[in-house]
């Protein structure tokens, strides 16, 4: 605590609060953004600016549900192979020259040239010609006319809009890409909100609100990010008021939700993610359902939600978040009861149970996994926690050497496929996201059904029945889905957070007055 005054005050004293733009919103970035460039950007921090930047044929609403951006409207042939896209007339770059559908062609293109070496190729992977390049041309991008491009596939892939509103499906000008060279991230040219005006490395980005933005105008007219690695001076620095909004580190949750003059500024959103306690399927005994389902029964979820994380999440039923549509509210949470854990033990032969529960090195898990074994020795089970280096782990959870390992998985797009192809499907063992190496034949099957599925009612339908399968056979101990907080000043209206870091173009949130 004393340490946190000193911060606070060195910041007050120093005179940070300086005059400024009073339409200016002032926020942090844990980092700074590897790169700004669509086709090479990976990490979340360039997401985030990015979003403001950037835009694609799709978006995501408030609902995570796909909407249009650029795309007006689309069609998606019978066969579920050929996506037609009709592009708005009066979409502008920031250099001032209008968009066409060669352009959207020039931009995936680029991502799928070797020389590029985008870490984004898997997006277009299963486009036509992905793998034959001719001409420095891909033949599954088509230029029908002007304001008309067409994706086509090898086959059928319902998620597939939801990977063109990842930052791989933004469109940049080639004249600019060309002109700059490695050196674009530096000048990036977009059809956002926003423009890059500055940026700082290390220390701070700023972006202009872009007049000429065909859609919904920012209320704000600059953004300015300051890269702020320690939450404790970024925790200051919010409480001085020199920042406009803050993330809220889970170790300073109960300071401000109790605070009168906080509390009401705080907002939340359950994110796309699961927390789970994975178990090695092909590892004896762990190949046995009824040992999986005991250790489900032995751990009791709901206290470790309410102590350790302040209740700041809710109970998984399954690994799909409760946010997506597919989720099942009728499946049921697996109740505390060691009891019956001891009897699924007995039943399986394993009364004597032991077993390794691996982590990475953090104390806040550690908190978790010691509660869990305490939980597991009252069901009669001895665990031993076992913490290991993330690229190790890694590498050991993937050859299938661990018993369990405490892990969350976050959403690559939102879609309920995303939790349960990578996760789930014998394709994907190890390395591929299915880390408890979980086999299922039906399961297979119906994952690459609702994947062809082009009918979304049917392919909801579907991925209700597979989670049901999952829930039952206890690949995992289904642990919880966390929730995400923020703060904002009395001064910011229109706040409030998005499940996925690319979906906020920054442009409803606004400010009334400053101090």
Request: charged share 25%.
């Amino acid at each position: 605590m004393t340490k946190y005054i000193v911060f606070l005050l060195t910041i007050l004293l120093s005179g940070c609060v300086t005059p400024r733009d009073t339409n200016t919103l002032q926020l942090r970035l844990s980092s700074d953004p590897t790169t700004l460039d669509p086709a090479l950007m990976v990490d979340v921090v360039g997401g985030i600016v990015g979003a403001k930047i950037f835009n694609g044929l799709v978006k995501y609403g408030d609902d995570m549900r796909i909407i249009g951006d650029i795309a007006e409207k689309w069609d998606i042939s019978p066969d579920g192979k050929t996506y037609t896209f009709y592009l708005r007339k009066n979409v502008k770059f920031t250099n001032d020259r209008l968009v066409d559908a060669n352009d959207f062609k020039y931009s995936f293109q680029r991502i799928l040239l070797p020389e590029t070496k985008s870490p984004r190729r898997w997006v277009f992977k299963d486009v036509l010609g992905a793998d034959e390049i001719v001409d420095r041309a891909i033949k599954g991008f088509v230029v029908k006319d002007g304001h008309t491009f067409q994706i086509i596939l090898t086959k059928p892939f319902a998620p597939f809009l939801g990977f063109l509103a990842m930052p791989a499906g933004y469109v940049v000008p080639r004249e600019e890409v060309e002109k700059w060279g490695e050196d674009f991230s530096e000048h990036v040219v977009g059809t956002g909100p926003f423009l890059l005006t500055k940026w700082v490395h290390d220390d701070m980005l700023i972006l202009k609100k872009n007049i000429e933005y065909f859609d919904k105008k920012p209320a704000v007219n600059s953004i300015e990010y300051r890269v702020i690695p320690e939450d404790l001076t970024a925790m200051a620095e919010f409480e001085s008021g020199t920042l406009d909004t803050i993330g809220l580190p889970m170790a300073e949750f109960q300071r401000f939700t109790s605070s009168a003059k906080w509390k009401k500024n705080i907002v939340g959103q359950v994110g796309l993610n699961a927390y789970y306690l994975g178990i090695n399927c092909q590892k004896k005994p762990f190949d046995d359902i009824r040992v999986r389902q005991a250790l489900n029964y032995a751990i009791d979820k709901k206290a470790i939600l309410e102590t350790i994380l302040q209740k700041q999440g809710v109970l998984s039923h399954g690994p799909i978040p409760p946010i997506l549509s597919g989720y099942n509210c009728k499946l049921p949470a697996y109740e505390y009861n060691p009891q019956k854990a001891k009897e699924l033990l007995k039943d399986a032969g394993c009364q004597s149970l032991r077993l390794k529960i691996y982590q990475k090195p953090s104390r806040e898990v550690l908190n978790i996994t010691e509660v869990i074994q305490s939980q597991l020795k009252d069901a009669g089970i001895t665990a031993e926690i076992v913490q290991v280096e993330w690229s190790a782990l890694k590498e050991m959870i993937n050859q299938g050497k661990c018993d369990t390992f405490y892990l969350a998985w976050l959403a690559d797009y939102p879609d309920a496929e995303n939790f349960l192809a990578p996760l789930f499907h014998s394709e994907n063992f190890g390395a591929g996201g299915n880390r408890a190496q979980y086999k299922n034949e039906k399961v297979d099957k119906l994952i690459h059904e609702a994947q062809t599925t082009s009918n979304e009612k049917k392919r909801l339908k579907i991925y209700q029945q597979v989670e049901t399968i999952i829930h039952d056979e206890a690949p995992w101990v289904f642990l919880w889905h966390q929730k995400e907080f923020a703060m904002h000043q009395s001064w910011v209206k229109n706040y409030k957070c998005f499940p996925i870091y690319n979906a906020d173009k920054g442009v409803d949130v606004r400010i009334v007055k400053r101090f």
